[in-house]
DNA sequence: ATGAAAGCGCTAACAT
DNA sequence: ATGTTAGCGCTTTCAT
């Protein structure tokens, strides 16, 4: 029968040392002679000795393990940055506590304190809306964290993203610019959701800036999964007065507008231009493929693993500068229809 | 400025009770005056108090923390279960530890070691393809798991999931009764995965039950991504003597191989017909849809959370019954192009 | 380079 | 129903 699990006072008797040698034999301290690390490290080996994460974490304050909020993982999107970050930690020894909330702003507040209790050493979050409670929280227990996906106006937060905005005006331009006038936009839900809101309001900027404007009935509000978008674009194309472009906050919406339009019958890009935001995989592989802003998904995890595990380490590791985006043209992107829209003067 | 952090003697003093009062009543104990409760939990709310997670896990060995390690949280189909596994863990304030080993036998180890060490209350594990290291220390440390997306056949462990094999081997038999007789196939790799050598050895047995066999040149075997499952269906397509059926172990694969037909020009289900597995929300979008066998993703996910909190908790929760897959007939599949293979006989 | 000893902050017998 | 008292298993001064 298996003895209770061996404990350190177990193998710095086997080992003929003191606890507090053993200890640090384990933790790679400098101040070890090399054959006495080793016979601490045959004893541990030898007895199968698993040291107490909890006692570890008590006595050193420090629990080697790091939290990620996220709105949801049931998309690849938050899914595939969640990875990154994960294998970026696990390289340096510490794990990733995880937790989605929906979208809740509440939830979101409840996880964070039990992730704290946990003893979470950091945290990374997305996105820059969060309660000033959570804040308070991580504040009054000095716990580093990153924003992701964002980049905050006010600078009042170490980000790492970019900015949805900008991006978005760029999406934008290049549809004005081939000669778009008509447009109408599928979108995330806004409540709680920053990204989304700086999407739209991209837009809006860009539109702006040629004299138009987005009305409130263009824009579908709607939750991100195929099955929205596609609903969405059905609306907008059985309109009487059908869009030339559908702006989307997001590959998912735009991969459902993609699929309205093949069982519609709408030629993509001849009669419709549609494009999405993220880029997913299957993005570039539709046919036509899908237009798309391409963000760096897995980078956002492993630059917050990087910067937080620097925070952790010492303190001035510099955020990475703001990301960077980049426009991907695929087949789902055209110049309006003829006869429908004025030729861009420009 | 903030005094260090309260800890549950500044409570305990502040509501005038012990200290042992203070702990019972903040963990719901139903030995403690509601008053005094009352009290307790003022105390707590006034000081911004926050148990410490370390130390409450070393007094009472158990840290509230479960573990759950997964191939890779790449796709939606993963992270689709540890999403739902997460939220049924919140429900119950426990936290989830997540690692994902990318089909590494070995990195999936260290992991688990490492799960071990942070003091996961219990495990759940994808798939029964384990080292047997990781067992024995499973059951060293007397850590309830759980293996899920899998039956074990042995019944060596407790399993959520259902038999790929059957399910695979029933796919088979709907494309034989259409009266398909030249099969390929597209899989994930084999090695450290058995449900794709289960699906594979599923196919195969239902093809042998009608005389037929799949040759190793039939069978393509490349890791999960849409651009691989369209490569692996263009070269499929191009061979001089096509196949009428392409059964893919998975829905990532069966999409690319949509899309491969889409962009040869090749008539989906007319000329050859395609079927997935797990059943992607995409799947059901695509035109014409894809017919697939439906996993339970989220089910899986709640399932483990309900079973592995009740070992904990350990009243002798039965393990739920295997779980039911459902054969989903859409468009990607016909009968065979005529002329070109014999009619079913029966 | 190693050892002795004092906690880390909580829970769980055991009393009362 | 509440208090007293030991630890839980490790890290970390402080000595030597």
Redesign the interface.
Known sequence: M?RS?PKLSDVARMAGVSEATASRALSDSKQVRDRTRLRVYQAAELL?Y??????R??ASRR???IGAVVP?????IF??S??AL??AL?EA?Y??????H?YDPQ?ELD?V???????VDALMLVGTDHAPALFA?LD??RIPYVLTWAIDAQRRHPCIGFDNRAAAAEVTRHLLDQGHRRFAMICGITAHNDRVRERIAGVRDALRARGLELRESDLIETPY???AG?AAMREFMLRPQRPTAVICTNDVHA??AH?AC??LGIDLPREVSITGFDDM??SS???PGLSTMRVPKAELGRAAAIYLLGQLRDDDTALPPEMRVQWVERGSTAPPPVGKTRKPRA
């Open positions: 298996e699990t199968g698993v040291a107490s994460g909890a006692a974490a008590l629990s080697g393990t949801t993982l049931n998309n690849a899914a595939t969640i990875n994960q294998q696990a020894s794990n990733l506590l995880v937790a989605s929906e939830a996880l304190r039990r992730l704290v209790e946990r003893g929280l009054k227990f999964s195929f099955a596609k991969i459902g699929f093949q069982e995989e299957i592989l539709l046919s």
